[in-house]
């Protein structure tokens, strides 16, 4: 089962690009990369998910590196309603999600 | 409604009472999902349905937690006992579990306090 490491925390300018990294390096060959983020007191909510190649949706862009061992989640736009906490999901065999502890996000008017 | 909803939204118990949180999936979804959540701690995994059957109940911390889904549909956590420890978010997901991929759709969550 794979397991994800992201920082604990970011700040990005209103209206500037947020990256968000991601490494997943013990990821196997099928498993997808899914992003999620998480507002306060809110159900997590789905962003975008990978599996080798980029992927761009109207929320965000997702780089994956060659070798699948890690990912960037692209804002291209910050707003302050992005504020909030972003997860970086590899599922394990039984498709439970490890969420880990993500990276909480500040944007910054 | 089209998305996954649980009941109650907040539930306030006394230390050693039982309780029940009910979740309610996307109409389709083979897959149900329960996690936990502390404050500040990413949810983290209890059990796993698939259909009926409980897939991997890996993530129940003890015997005191129980689940149910007897239609394939609707679920039920149950907590035998309650404890302050018990308190935290718990947050139910579903999906159609069509094998490697499987976006899980996430509801708003209970949030239980043991007093």
């Known amino acids: 089962d794979a397991k994800t490491t992201q920082p604990p925390s970011m700040d990005c300018a209103e209206g500037r690009a947020a990256n968000l990294p991601c490494n997943h390096s013990?990821?196997?060959?099928?498993?997808?990369v899914y992003w999620y983020r998480q507002i306060h007191s809110q159900g997590p909510q789905y962003i975008i998910h990978?599996?080798?190649n980029n992927e761009t949706n109207e929320m965000a862009s997702l780089i994956i590196t060659e070798d699948r061992k890690s990912s960037t989640l692209i804002l291209p736009h910050a707003t302050l309603r992005d504020t909030a906490v972003y997860y970086c999901?590899?599922?394990?065999?039984?498709?439970?999600?490890?969420f880990g502890t993500g990276t909480s996000l500040t944007v910054i008017p | 409604g089209a998305g996954v909803s649980q009941t109650p939204s907040n539930k306030v118990t006394e230390k050693g009472k039982y309780v029940e949180l009910r979740c309610d999936p996307i109409?389709?979804?083979?897959?149900l999902y329960w996690y936990r959540q502390s404050l500040g701690q990413g949810p983290e995994f209890l059990i796993y349905?698939?259909?009926?059957?409980?897939?991997?109940d890996s993530g129940l911390p003890n015997d005191r937690f129980f689940a149910v889904r007897p239609e394939g549909s609707v679920s039920t956590l149950k907590i035998q006992r309650t404890e302050r420890g018990d308190s935290a978010m718990y947050l139910c997901?579903?999906?159609?579990?069509?094998?490697?991929?499987?976006?899980?759709?996430f509801g708003p969550g209970t949030r239980l306090t043991v007093l």
């Open positions: 997901a579903s999906s159609l579990d069509t094998g490697f991929y499987n976006e899980q759709f």
């Open positions: 013990t990821i196997s060959g099928n498993e997808y």
């Open positions: 990978g599996l080798k």
């Open positions: 999901i590899a599922p394990g065999t039984g498709n439970q999600f490890y």
């Open positions: 109409s389709g979804h083979t897959a």
């Open positions: 349905f698939q259909g009926t059957g409980a897939a991997d």
